[in-house]
Nanobody, 122 residues
Framework: LRLVESGGGSVQSGGSLVLSCSAS????????LGWFRQAPGKGREGVAA???????EYAKSVKGRFTISRDNAKNTLFLQMNSLKPEDTAMYYC?????????????????WGQGTQVTVSS
């Protein structure tokens, strides 16, 4: 399974971005998916996750501002990010796991993309 992120960039505080993650598999619907981020000098943080059934989970720091969604027909995962803050600046990664349940635990994911940079200026 190969994952490729896109949509990162530089925005001002309060702005919006949409990240996309395309997957190279016809069994995409069988995976649980997540978005993670890592800022310089910090560990990888779970941002949002979506299970095979479409249910979602968010980190407290992004709840109400970010929305994760999946389009199984197009093998694509999205992260709509609104009201961006400078502390959202990080490399963002999408990930996939074979289990049915959503989780924000990075160690439970088997497949990772290469990342896309998001920079929010004040």
């Amino acid at each position: 399974l190969r994952l490729v992120e896109s949509g990162g960039g530089s925005v001002q505080s309060g702005g919006s971005l949409v990240l996309s993650c395309s997957a190279s598999t016809y069994t995409y619907s069988g995976y649980s998916l997540g978005w993670f981020r890592q800022a310089p000098g910090k560990g990888r943080e779970g941002v949002a996750a979506v299970g095979r059934d479409g249910t979602t989970e968010y980190a407290k720091s992004v709840k109400g501002r970010f929305t994760i969604s999946r389009d199984n027909a197009k093998n694509t995962l999205f992260l709509q990010m609104n009201s961006l803050k400078p502390e959202d600046t990080a490399m963002y990664y999408c990930a996939a796991r074979g289990g049915p349940l959503k989780t924000l635990s990075a160690q439970l994911y088997n497949y990772w993309g290469q990342g896309t940079q998001v920079t929010v200026s004040s």
